[in-house]
């Protein structure tokens, strides 16, 4: 178990001369290393956790996590390298996705529960779904999904494959249902 004292030796160490939030470390609760599944349903309070943690590591400085997009007919692939050490908070999936840790382990929480993860690993990824990690190591990570209509444009992609906050996924995603019924 990485215990908060731990985790914060490993800030200070990483980052010489920065503060830590301490806020982060009650906030996080990928600072537990609890192995297990990765949970695909909603839960309020876990997601408003996670809401947290992403305002408290925007107030941080940033990380360079180098991003690549691969095409092929009817899929995109996005893969983000991210550095040890590195605290990050996803966007809400609007569909379901492939992901794909391909290099490196990462703790991964969607606010009520923390899995650690080694690659390789692939999982499925349900829509609505927001996600923080901690990379313990260097890690590659990947998420591929259906692109019916070869889009190539990026910022038209993550519009249609993100949203920023619950209630515009709930928005968007009522939408979507109401014109598959037509």
């Avoid at 914060?8 to 503060?19: F, N, S, V």
């Avoid at 906030?27 to 537990?32: E, G, Q, S, T, V």
């Avoid at 260097?138 to 889009?151: F, G, K, L, M, T």
């Amino acid at each position: 178990m990485l215990s908060k004292i731990r985790a914060e030796r490993r800030w200070l160490e990483r980052h010489p001369g920065e503060a830590l939030d301490e806020a982060l470390l009650d906030l996080f609760p990928l600072l537990d290393e609890v192995v297990g599944e990765p949970k695909e349903s909603f839960n309020a309070v876990a997601r408003d956790r996670i809401v947290r943690l992403e305002q408290a590591v925007a107030k941080l400085p940033q990380y360079d996590c180098p991003v690549k997009h691969y095409f092929v007919d009817g899929l995109y692939v996005r893969e983000i390298s991210i550095p040890a050490g590195c605290i990050l908070v996803g966007y809400i999936h609007m569909q379901p996705c492939i992901t794909t840790l391909s290099k490196g382990t990462i703790l991964i929480s969607e606010g009520d529960n923390t899995v650690k993860l080694s690659a390789p690993f692939t999982t499925t990824v349900a829509p609505g779904s927001k996600k923080a990690g901690y990379a313990l190591t260097d890690v590659i990570w990947s998420d591929a999904y259906v692109n019916p209509d070869n889009e190539r444009d990026i910022d038209r992609l993550e519009a249609r494959l993100t949203a920023n906050t619950h209630a515009e996924y709930l928005t968007r995603r009522n939408e979507m249902l109401r014109l598959e019924r037509k």
